[in-house]
Structure formats: C-alpha cells, structure tokens
C-alpha cells in the first residue's frame, strides 16, 4: 500500500528544460522483455526529446531512469546527447520503472528516523581534487567545485553558499527537516556515508559531465548531489536572485529526498524534468510529495503531547479578538495534527478548518496525466478537546464538526468555554484514504468568514511555446513599419477563487505600436483567456513597451512585462530609368543626344528601359504628355517584379511635319509611380527640326541619291554618298576609278590575244606567255640539247655533254669579268707591240705556243701572223661586247630585245659569250 500511495505521489515526468532519470532500487530486470541498455538509452532519449517538445508519446521517458540516481539534462541536450550519456552503462541499471519510494531513515545527526519524525539533514561540499566516479560516463574526475564557483560566482565563497543554503532553508520552511552546513574530509565519493565531525549526509561535488547539468542519488544511496562545471553560465546567472542556481539545487534534492520527475511541463511543478525559473522554489505538488515522505513543518504533531502550541489566550469579545491561523498537512492515512492554544473561562472558542489546494494535470514521466483535485484529496473534521488534568494529560472532547464532504470547509461556531486552560483542536480524517490534504485551520472568539478563495493567474505566451513570468520579455516577431503582426498569450487561472482582471495597461517609448484585445475579463479556476497583441510599428529599430495587467491575484496584483520586436524598414518598390547606356534621373532633359536634329517631315524614336530595384511590386500608372502634339509615349508593362530581370520599355517617338522647318518642340512626360521617394517620374523632352536640303539626283533616275543607294537601284563603292554612274570611269570597264586598281586599262584589253586580260597577264606583250617564267617574257622555256639546263641559262644550248649554265659559272663573276675585258684589250695592244719588238722571239713562241695548248686543249703551234690576226678580231668583239653590255639591262629577258627575233638575240649573246672565251686565251698567250 505504501509503494502505490508514493506512485500516485512521487510521479516522473518530461518536459522541455531538464531531463531527469531514475529508478526503483528494488526493480528488476524483467527478463528477456527488457531490451539492451543501448537500444533502451536510443529509445528514451528519441521519446524523452521528442516529448519535450510538444510531441505526446505514450511511452515517452519509461526508459530514463537508474536504480540509484536522477540525471539533470541541459535543456538543451539532444537525444543523440543522452544516448550517448546512456548506452554504456550495465544492463542491470535499467529496471521496469516502478517508483522511486525510499526517504532518509537514518542520518549522521539523529540515528534512525521514524517516518514524520523531525530530524537533521547535514550537507558538506567536496574538497577540490576529491576523486568522482559517474555512474553515467564510467569514469573517475576530480572534484573543482571550489574553484569553478570561487572564480566565476559573483561575491566569491561565501555568496555562492548563501544560494546552497537558501535553497535547502526552502524545503527545510515547508517540512519537518533542518538542514545544516557542515566541513567534509574528503573521503571516497558517493561512497561514505555522513559522519559528525567528518562529512555530511549529503555531499556535493563538481566535476565536467556533459549533457546533464547535474545528477543526484537518492537517498538509500546516500542523496548525493553532482553538478556539471561545463555548465557554469547557468549556476551564476544572477536573474531573480540567482534563481537557476536555487532552483536546479531545489530540484536535485528533490530526487535527493526521495523524489521523481512529473509531467506534464506545465511549468507549474518544481520536479518536472526541465528548469522553469517561472517560479521560486517548491510547487504545490512538490510540497504534497515532500509532506507524504516526512511531514509538514508541524511534525510530529500527531499526539496531544506533541501538540503544535499556537498561542492564545482567548478572550471575551468584550476585551479583544485574537485570531490564531495556521497551515498543515494530513500527510498519510490515519494522521492527525493536534494544535494547542489556552482561553480565558467565560471566552467563546471558534473553529474553521478549510482545505487548500487546486486543480492540476499530473502524471508519471513517460506515463498519461490526470487531474487532481488536491482541493477534495481528503474528508477534513476538527474536535476541540479540553485538558482535564496535566498529571497524566487528560483531555475531553468539547466538540466535533464532520458535516460536510471532502472538498468543503468544517465550521464550529464561538461557543463560550467557561473552564479556562489549554485547549486542543485536533484536524483528522476518517475517510481511510492514504493522500495528502492540506488546509488552513482558523481559531477565533469571534465568528469565523469562509475564506475568499485566492485566484492565481499564469500567463503563457502560445506564440513562442513559453512562460510568461513578471518582469520577462516577449519578443513579436520582426515587422516591417506600418505592417501588423499578431502574437497570443494566454491567462490561465490556477487558484480557486474567480481571477479578475480590473485592467491591462501599455507603456513606454513604443506604446504606440502595440495593442491588445482580451476575450473575457473573469476566468473561472481551472479556466483561461487569451489577450491577442497586435504589433504595428510607426518606426523602425526596437520597440519597447511595457504591458501590466491589474488582478484580484493576490501574489502578483500587478503583474508586468515587456513588449520588444524589432521594426523595419517597409518594402517599398524602386524606380531605375535608364537609356543610351546613361541612368535617367528624376527631371532630366532629353535632347540632343537621345534626339538628334531631324529634316522636317521625319520620326525619330528613343527606347527608355524600366527596372525595379526595390523589394516590393512596382506600379507605374497615369503617363501623361503636357506640349507639343508631335510627341507620342507608350509603356509596354505598368508593374514589373523586386529585384528581377523583369523590366518595362517606354517609348517616346518623334513625328515631325514636313512644313515644320527649322524648329524646337518640347514635351513632359510625367509617369505616376507607387515608389515612396519618387511618386511621380518626369521627363522633359527636347526635339530639333532642320529645312531638308535640296534634293541631289545626280544620274537623272528621278531618286534623290542617298535613296538611290538606300534601296539598291545604284552602287557606291567608295562610300561617298554619290552613286557610281555619276563618277569617273577612265577605262570604261563599269568600275569607276576610285573602286579600279586598274584606271587606266579596260578590265577586257587583251592586247597579245592571248585570251588572258592584260590586268591579269604577267607578260601582255607576249601571246606564248601570261607569267614570265625562268626565260623572261618573249623567250621561249626552251632546252635544245635536253641537258637539263634551258636554253637561255645554258652557255652550250646545242652541246648535250656541256650542261654548263651560264648562271653557274659565268653570271657569277659577270661584273668582275667586264672589268676583265678591258684589261684583255689592253693586254693585246701591249701583245702587238711585243710581237713587232719581239718578232722572232723563239722563247716567246714557245710561251704563246703552251698557253695556246692551255685553252684550246691541242699541241698545234700557232704562227705569229695567226695570233696577230686574231688578236684583231677580238678587238672587234670587245667593242661589240660593250655595246651589248649597255643594252642588256634595257632587254626584258636574259634572252630578248623586244621587237627583235628571239633566235638573233641569243645568238649575239652566244657569240659574246664565245668571245670572252677566247680573250681570256688570247690574254694568257
């Protein structure tokens, strides 16, 4: 019965800002039904996570508990983060999920402790470098707690464990406990025990975790509590007097008195299993939990020995009302709370004993929720006893009110007690039901009023999925000025009495951009309303503004927080003109250089591209003209699309009139736009007329002639702007001079008849040839003897044996050899002369005779009168030779004197040829 009481008390939950994980020390392993610690941790990390964030799953976080201690994930934390945190530890430490249900039955201080016996706790925090294994990682760290919080909390030691001791003063103010700071030796962790003068009962240590911000034992295995140094940002957030750091210490020991987590994340629990700083401390169904373990502060108060003394006396009316009021707990089944006061003889005595408590969803973590309603948990009645006699304590009932059912108040109207002395009233239950009931029990010598039933009212922000507490910030989403966005927050009433809302007031800087409508101004308990806010900001940047709401909650009557959304720029279009490779401003004059001067009579058309470079739809609307009647505009697209490739063409055109002459017309033209910086576009435009200049018809075809050209009924090769039968043609060949690489000859003349035009003839003069070839123009590319060497190059045309050319052996040294024969004609002057001194002369002979046989190859002797003779001859032919050597650059060949016979003139050039030979043997005679 006990373990099923504690089950419906001490329940596990997930929400979405701290995991916890634990299990019953007495479960176990179910066989083959439980899965590997692996597959388990995978599991309830994916459920646990996704349970966290709104997602409802019927097995969510069965599977994140261990037989010895609750694990406090970072809000943060992933699932891959807590399998991991997870999958390696022992199959045995995952169990079939019963409740947790151990309290603290012994300490160091007092020994044993009965169930609703008051008694110590002591707490010691763990010297630096102490060693400390977890469970969930496997491994041993050394303990940094002093130096982690020393340097980096606020105030150094002694503010951080004001913070510990404030939070363990909490839970000691709610029930019978008394905690007490004591210095810790040091030794093995978790595994000693408290012990007075060495350690206390609950040791607390800091070492790097991980995922969880800490974790806890429970209290069979010692209540230990382990806090994760990686997380020191959320231990020294100074908010609301350092409330994350005494809410996470509150939570731990919750685990550490025997507690698991709830759901659902209301955020109205202290042992849900994520951190809500929405709230100070233990909830009313984390102080339900604690009173079933170990009492109310009151305890033990069961016996009228251990009566709780309240004070008094009471008197008559007459002399004064004294009202006595306190609160308590019926922990478990069959308690009774018993409170003490003294009354004169003759004073009426009134009792109201009243039950407190609400409505409220609860539920095991991963299981369903129910609604309790801790209002009617229990039946209450009140007896009022007398003491008859002090040795031994007697007393006798005076009276004893159970009229009414679980849910409603016990009332005993003042009835005049005409004994004085100690009285008791007793609170019991006769319902035999084993559930926490708390109440309010009032005693006066005066009438007693039902209590006005509190109304509590919670504010929670549906939009952002998160509490609302006094003095936070709600954050609308980013607007654009002049647009709207909406944001909802919802008003629950948590109390027991009706929740008024008098009024709900904004201020500050951005008032102006916030408004609200409330559905109802009465929330019934257990009921809510919504307050739509609507954020329209006339500015941009942040906008700030505080909303109070005016309850009849007696806690929080006013109840206040901030409005900040940021505000931006509106989309708005803009409007870029451009044109003839130029942006076109606002305003600006078109002339000359979009509309050049035109003959009257004539159009002319100017293209203007449009884009948008905003970020809104651009409208173009309203083109106008105001001026001349000649200019026409059109727009082929009135919206065009933000920052696209979408663009819009205007056209303005031009049309002159043929009589207009020389003048100046002028137009505006005025587009009207949705763009914010230019609502209307203007241009002004500017276009010029000439006289047109007389009309030019050069070939008499009746067409001017730029539109004779223009339309291809004449040519113009040279580009002049002049047809070409009105220009020169020299040779008329139908190509006029300026077109003709030949001018001066007909492109047809063909004067050798040879069928090829001269212009195209490389020898026109010679009806055998159109290229000159190796012989030259008129000689014939001829090889007589077929050596190989044609005529005109060859010195032997007719000797087949002789190939010798002319280009190789004479031609070479030709200018050398001319200068030779002048020499040669002197030599055979100076020969005759030595023949006539030297006539007879055998040695001569002799000579003459070897140089003869040298030349001509023969031994024949040469007479004297021979030698003279020919001597002569040669004479003759070097006179001949210089003539022809002045003519040969005039020839047009090697071979060719132009009109003369090409036979004659090779045979002159053989002949000379001939005669330098034989100069050269005369020479050498």
Same mark, same amino acid.
């Given at each position: 019965?006990?373990?099923?009481?504690?089950?419906?008390?001490?329940?596990?939950?997930?929400?979405?800002?701290?995991?916890?994980?634990?299990?019953?020390?007495?479960?176990?392993?179910?066989?083959?039904?439980?899965?590997?610690?692996?597959?388990?941790?995978?599991?309830?990390?994916?459920?646990?996570?996704?349970?966290?964030?709104?997602?409802?799953?019927?097995?969510?976080?069965?599977?994140?508990?261990?037989?010895?201690?609750?694990?406090?994930?970072?809000?943060?934390?992933?699932?891959?983060?807590?399998?991991?945190?997870?999958?390696?530890?022992?199959?045995?430490?995952?169990?079939?999920?019963?409740?947790?249900?151990?309290?603290?039955?012994?300490?160091?201080?007092?020994?044993?402790?009965?169930?609703?016996?008051?008694?110590?706790?002591?707490?010691?925090?763990?010297?630096?470098?102490?060693?400390?294994?977890?469970?969930?990682?496997?491994?041993?760290?050394?303990?940094?707690?002093?130096?982690?919080?020393?340097?980096?909390?606020?105030?150094?030691?002694?503010?951080?464990?004001?913070?510990?001791?404030?939070?363990? /003063?909490?839970?000691?103010?709610?029930?019978?406990?008394?905690?007490?700071?004591?210095?810790?030796?040091?030794?093995?962790?978790?595994?000693?025990?408290?012990?007075?003068?060495?350690?206390?009962?609950?040791?607390?240590?800091?070492?790097?975790?991980?995922?969880?911000?800490?974790?806890?034992?429970?209290?069979?295995?010692?209540?230990?509590?382990?806090?994760?140094?990686?997380?020191?940002?959320?231990?020294?957030?100074? #908010?609301?007097?350092?409330?994350?750091?005494?809410?996470?210490?509150?939570?731990?020991?919750?685990?550490?008195?025997?507690?698991?987590?709830?759901?659902?994340?209301?955020?109205?629990?202290?042992?849900?299993?994520?951190?809500?700083?929405?709230?100070?401390?233990?909830?009313?169904?984390?102080?339900?939990? /604690?009173?079933?373990?170990?009492?109310?502060?009151?305890?033990?108060?069961?016996?009228?020995?251990?009566?709780?003394?309240?004070?008094?006396?009471?008197?008559?009316?007459?002399?004064?009302?004294?009202?006595?009021?306190?609160?308590?707990?019926?922990?478990?089944?069959?308690?009774?709370?018993?409170?003490?006061?003294?009354?004169?003889?003759?004073?009426?005595?009134?009792?109201?004993?009243?039950?407190?408590?609400?409505?409220?969803?609860?539920?095991?973590?991963?299981?369903?929720?129910?609604?309790?309603?801790?209002?009617?948990?229990?039946?209450?009645?009140?007896?009022?006893?007398?003491?008859?006699?002090?040795?031994?304590?007697?007393?006798?009932?005076?009276?004893?009110?159970?009229?009414?059912?679980?849910?409603?108040?016990?009332?005993?109207?003042?009835?005049?007690?005409?004994?004085?002395?100690?009285?008791?009233?007793?609170?019991?239950?006769?319902?035999?039901?084993?559930?926490?009931?708390?109440?309010?029990?009032?005693?006066?010598?005066?009438?007693?009023?039902?209590?006005?039933?509190?109304?509590?009212?919670?504010?929670?922000?549906?939009?952002?999925?998160?509490?609302?507490?006094?003095?936070?910030?709600?954050?609308?989403?980013?607007?654009?000025?002049?647009?709207?966005?909406?944001?909802?927050?919802?008003?629950?009433?948590?109390?027991?009495?009706?929740?008024?809302?008098?009024?709900?007031?904004?201020?500050?800087?951005?008032?102006?951009?916030?408004?609200?409508?409330?559905?109802?101004?009465?929330?019934?308990?257990?009921?809510?309303?919504?307050?739509?806010?609507?954020?329209?900001?006339?500015?941009?940047?942040?906008?700030?503004?505080?909303?109070?709401?005016?309850?009849?909650?007696?806690?929080?009557?006013?109840?206040?927080?901030?409005?900040?959304?940021?505000?931006?720029?509106?989309?708005?279009?803009?409007?870029?003109?451009?044109?003839?490779?130029?942006?076109?401003?606002?305003?600006?004059?078109?002339?000359?250089?979009?509309?050049?001067?035109?003959?009257?009579?004539?159009?002319?058309?100017?293209?203007?591209?449009?884009?948008?470079?905003?970020?809104?739809?651009?409208?173009?609307?309203?083109?106008?003209?105001?001026?001349?009647?000649?200019?026409?505009?059109?727009?082929?697209?009135?919206?065009?699309?933000?920052?696209?490739?979408?663009?819009?063409?205007?056209?303005?055109?031009?049309? #002159?009139?043929?009589?207009?002459?020389?003048?100046?017309?002028?137009?505006?033209?005025?587009?009207?736009?949705?763009?914010?910086?230019?609502?209307?576009?203007?241009?002004?435009?500017?276009?010029?007329?000439?006289?047109?200049?007389?009309?030019?018809?050069?070939?008499?075809?009746?067409?001017?002639?730029?539109?004779?050209?223009?339309?291809?009924?004449?040519?113009?090769?040279?580009?002049?702007?002049?047809?070409?039968?009105?220009?020169?043609?020299?040779?008329?060949?139908?190509?006029?001079?300026?077109?003709?690489?030949?001018?001066?000859?007909?492109?047809?003349?063909?004067?050798?008849?040879?069928?090829?035009?001269?212009?195209?003839?490389?020898?026109?003069?010679?009806?055998?040839?159109?290229?000159?070839?190796?012989?030259?123009?008129?000689?014939?590319?001829?090889?007589?003897?077929?050596?190989?060497?044609?005529?005109?190059?060859?010195?032997?045309?007719?000797?087949?044996?002789?190939?010798?050319?002319?280009?190789?052996?004479?031609?070479?040294?030709?200018?050398?050899?001319?200068?030779?024969?002048?020499?040669?004609?002197?030599?055979?002057?100076?020969?005759?002369?030595?023949?006539?001194?030297?006539?007879?002369?055998?040695?001569?002979?002799?000579?003459?005779?070897?140089?003869?046989?040298?030349?001509?190859?023969?031994?024949?002797?040469?007479?004297?009168?021979?030698?003279?003779?020919?001597?002569?001859?040669?004479?003759?032919?070097?006179?001949?030779?210089?003539?022809?050597?002045?003519?040969?650059?005039?020839?047009?060949?090697?071979?060719?004197?132009?009109?003369?016979?090409?036979?004659?003139?090779?045979?002159?050039?053989?002949?000379?040829?001939?005669?330098?030979?034989?100069?050269?043997?005369?020479?050498?005679?």
């Amino acid at each position: 019965m006990h373990a099923a009481r504690t089950n419906r008390l001490i329940r596990i939950a997930s929400t979405t800002m701290m995991l916890a994980l634990t299990l019953a020390a007495s479960a176990q392993p179910i066989g083959n039904r439980l899965p590997t610690a692996e597959q388990l941790a995978s599991e309830c990390a994916t459920k646990t996570v996704a349970h966290a964030h709104g997602h409802d799953h019927d097995g969510a976080g069965l599977c994140v508990e261990l037989a010895s201690m609750s694990v406090l994930f970072n809000p943060h934390a992933s699932a891959d983060e807590i399998a991991d945190s997870l999958k390696g530890l022992d199959q045995d430490q995952f169990a079939a999920f019963e409740p947790q249900g151990s309290r603290w039955t012994f300490t160091a201080t007092d020994g044993n402790v009965a169930q609703g016996e008051r008694f110590t706790l002591t707490y010691s925090f763990v010297p630096d470098g102490t060693d400390v294994f977890l469970i969930t990682t496997g491994d041993t760290a050394p303990s940094n707690l002093f130096a982690t919080l020393d340097a980096n909390f606020p105030g150094g030691r002694s503010a951080w464990k004001a913070k510990f001791a404030q939070a363990f /003063a909490r839970w000691g103010e709610l029930t019978n406990i008394n905690f007490v700071e004591v210095s810790d030796d040091g030794q093995v962790f978790p595994n000693a025990l408290g012990q007075t003068g060495a350690r206390g009962d609950i040791r607390i240590a800091m070492r790097p975790i991980g995922s969880p911000l800490a974790v806890n034992f429970y209290p069979q295995f010692g209540g230990d509590m382990i806090m994760d140094s990686q997380d020191i940002g959320t231990f020294t957030n100074p #908010s609301n007097d350092f409330r994350s750091l005494r809410n996470v210490i509150a939570h731990e020991h919750g685990h550490g008195l025997g507690m698991k987590h709830v759901i659902p994340t209301s955020g109205t629990k202290l042992m849900e299993p994520f951190l809500n700083t929405g709230f100070d401390g233990p909830q009313e169904d984390d102080i339900r939990a /604690a009173h079933f373990l170990y009492g109310d502060a009151h305890e033990p108060n069961d016996a009228f020995a251990d009566a709780t003394f309240i004070g008094g006396p009471l008197r008559k009316p007459t002399e004064g009302t004294v009202l006595l009021e306190e609160e308590g707990s019926l922990e478990r089944l069959d308690a009774k709370d018993c409170y003490s006061f003294t009354a004169f003889a003759g004073s009426p005595v009134a009792m109201r004993v009243e039950p407190v408590g609400s409505a409220y969803e609860v539920g095991p973590q991963g299981g369903t929720t129910s609604v309790i309603d801790a209002t009617a948990a229990r039946n209450l009645a009140v007896r009022l006893w007398r003491r008859t006699s002090v040795q031994p304590l007697q007393f006798q009932m005076v009276a004893q009110i159970d009229f009414n059912e679980a849910g409603e108040a016990e009332y005993y109207p003042p009835v005049p007690q005409f004994v004085a002395g100690l009285m008791v009233a007793q609170v019991y239950s006769t319902d035999n039901v084993d559930d926490v009931q708390q109440y309010r029990l009032k005693i006066s010598n005066v009438a007693i009023e039902a209590t006005q039933e509190p109304a509590e009212m919670s504010v929670f922000d549906l939009t952002a999925g998160t509490q609302v507490n006094d003095g936070t910030t709600v954050r609308p989403a980013t607007t654009r000025v002049n647009e709207t966005t909406s944001h909802t927050l919802v008003i629950s009433n948590t109390g027991n009495g009706p929740l008024e809302i008098d009024e709900i007031t904004l201020q500050g800087p951005g008032a102006a951009d916030y408004s609200f409508v409330l559905l109802q101004d009465t929330v019934q308990p257990g009921g809510s309303t919504n307050i739509g806010i609507s954020f329209t900001p006339n500015a941009t940047g942040q906008r700030v503004a505080v909303m109070t709401i005016f309850s009849n909650d007696a806690d929080q009557p006013e109840f206040g927080f901030i409005l900040s959304a940021t505000a931006l720029e509106p989309l708005a279009p803009e409007m870029r003109v451009s044109g003839n490779g130029q942006t076109i401003e606002d305003g600006q004059t078109i002339a000359d250089e979009f509309f050049p001067t035109i003959d009257a009579g004539e159009s002319h058309t100017v293209e203007f591209t449009i884009r948008n470079t905003g970020d809104d739809v651009l409208n173009i609307s309203n083109m106008t003209l105001v001026g001349d009647v000649r200019f026409t505009a059109s727009i082929d697209r009135l919206t065009i699309a933000p920052i696209a490739t979408q663009t819009a063409t205007l056209t303005i055109t031009f049309d #002159s009139q043929p009589d207009d002459g020389d003048g100046l017309f002028e137009t505006q033209v005025t587009m009207a736009t949705n763009d914010p910086n230019q609502a209307t576009f203007t241009l002004n435009v500017a276009a010029t007329t000439a006289q047109p200049l007389p009309q030019q018809d050069c070939n008499g075809n009746g067409i001017e002639d730029a539109d004779d050209i223009t339309n291809g009924t004449s040519e113009d090769c040279d580009g002049d702007g002049q047809p070409d039968e009105c220009q020169t043609d020299s040779d008329n060949d139908g190509l006029i001079d300026a077109c003709d690489a030949f001018p001066t000859i007909a492109d047809d003349l063909d004067s050798d008849n040879d069928g090829t035009p001269d212009i195209q003839d490389g020898c026109p003069q010679d009806a055998e040839k159109t290229e000159p070839g190796e012989c030259g123009c008129g000689v014939e590319d001829v090889d007589s003897d077929n050596d190989g060497v044609l005529d005109c190059n060859d010195a032997f045309p007719f000797d087949p044996t002789n190939g010798q050319n002319e280009d190789d052996d004479q031609n070479e040294d030709e200018d050398e050899e001319n200068e030779q024969d002048e020499d040669d004609n002197q030599e055979n002057d100076d020969n005759e002369n030595d023949d006539n001194e030297n006539n007879g002369n055998d040695e001569n002979d002799d000579d003459l005779n070897d140089n003869e046989d040298d030349i001509d190859g023969n031994d024949e002797d040469v007479d004297d009168d021979q030698l003279d003779e020919e001597n002569d001859d040669l004479d003759e032919v070097d006179d001949l030779d210089e003539e022809l050597n002045e003519m040969v650059p005039l020839l047009p060949a090697p071979c060719g004197f132009g009109a003369l016979s090409a036979g004659m003139m090779c045979m002159l050039s053989l002949a000379g040829s001939k005669s330098r030979v034989r100069r050269r043997g005369a020479k050498s005679a």
